[in-house]
């Protein structure tokens, strides 16, 4: 199991370089970069996010305390402290972003999730709060900063491929208008998309979709449809038509509304979709994949540095969320691949303690609590 790689710079070594210098002939990434080249930049940055470092000081100090080690990441030497303030905020976010996406398509990574017959989407945003004070380009409120992650999550890998960055005002539905998804798929959004042009331009296009509808809906039942036996909480189900003043000139055709239960609040939830063939459990279960991406919110933000920012301007903001989302792609590929059933808080933080230990990494992944067998007991002589 012993190597002369460290786990990090093994994980460092699962990215090609030849997406690296796609990216940076694309970019013009190292122009200009002062001894500091866009690789250098990448792995200062996944540093941060997998040692967890606080500042840049961290980044510098951890890297150089790798002395031999930076070698086998590609690196020459451990950049400085003003180097990486300098170039996290002239070197542009969009290196990042498209090494992300293609490293996202290099990978195809699958998820241990139920397959499905038709591509599954899930559209949501998150809020990170900021200090408007220092972070003035991210206005939200009088006094409050936010930047606003705007998200398409994939199902079957359960990564994003769809991220739009804005500040904390921009509303949900101005970026999902300005969105397209193949036809024939599926996307579950919240009650925060029910926008009634934004779901006939869904349908216009051949997309399925099920949300969350308001309880007061302003509507005529047109067709009661049977309950299925094995489902105890499908509470109705009906094909509607739009009867507000205003709803019913944007969307003019039916659509079907399933009332469901939650398990566990007992509260009923009305859903909206334009497909009549699925049953109604089906629909349920849908809408309860959305979800997932709640789960994916919450794993970035309890796992990765992407609350707290070591540097203040918008473009070094972009490059941190970036990293981060890199990282968790490359956290993926590891899970994916690893015998053993991680749960990935657990495997960020013993990747964490261990970064620069010379294990094999898969066989460690494999076998995280494999132990030595346990030396020979004493023996015993016989006394004449």
């Not at 869904?202 to 067709?223: P, Q, Y």
């Amino acid at each position: 199991m012993k190597t002369n790689l460290s786990i990090f710079a093994q994980i460092i070594r699962l990215i090609p370089r030849d997406i690296i210098h796609k990216n940076v002939d694309k970019h013009d990434s190292d122009f200009n970069s002062k001894g500091i080249n866009a690789w250098t930049h990448l792995v200062s940055m996944l540093y941060c996010q997998f040692g967890n470092c606080q500042s840049i000081r961290d980044i510098s100090f951890g890297l150089r305390s790798a002395t031999g080690n930076l070698n086998h990441l590609g690196v020459s030497r451990a950049p400085s402290k003003s180097s990486i303030s300098y170039i996290n905020a002239h070197r542009g976010w969009t290196f990042f972003r498209d090494v992300y996406f293609s490293l996202f398509k290099e990978f195809k990574v699958k998820a241990n999730r139920i397959r499905l017959n038709r591509k599954l989407f899930i559209l949501d945003s998150t809020l990170i709060p900021l200090c408007l004070s220092l972070f003035d380009w991210a206005y939200y409120r009088k006094m409050k900063g936010a930047i606003k992650i705007h998200t398409v999550l994939d199902y079957d890998s359960c990564l994003p491929v769809f991220i739009r960055m804005t500040d904390g005002k921009t509303s949900d539905i101005e970026i999902a208008e300005k969105l397209a998804f193949p036809k024939g798929s599926i996307l579950t959004i919240d009650r925060g998309y029910l926008d009634f042009n934004f779901l006939n331009d869904l349908d216009s296009t051949g997309v399925f979709f099920v949300t969350k509808a308001k309880s007061n809906i302003d509507c005529d039942i047109v067709k009661l449809l049977a309950l299925p036996n094995e489902s105890e909480n499908i509470v109705s189900d009906y094909q509607i038509v739009l009867i507000g003043q205003q709803t019913k000139e944007k969307y003019k055709k039916r659509l079907r509304l399933v009332r469901v239960t939650d398990p566990e609040t007992g509260e009923i939830i009305p859903l909206l979709t334009n497909n009549f063939f699925w049953t109604s459990k089906t629909i349920s279960e849908l809408y309860r994949h959305r979800w997932e991406i709640e789960t994916f919110f919450r794993m970035v933000k309890q796992n990765l540095k992407i609350k707290s920012f070591i540097g203040t301007s918008e473009n070094a903001v972009l490059i941190q969320i970036w990293s981060a989302l890199i990282t968790i792609l490359l956290l993926s590929v590891l899970k994916a691949k690893a015998l053993y059933k991680w749960h990935m808080s657990n495997m960020v933080g013993f990747i964490r303690l261990n970064l620069f230990v010379k294990i094999d990494l898969f066989e460690w992944l494999n076998h995280p609590f494999l132990q030595d067998n346990a030396p020979p007991g004493q023996m015993q002589l016989e006394l004449f």
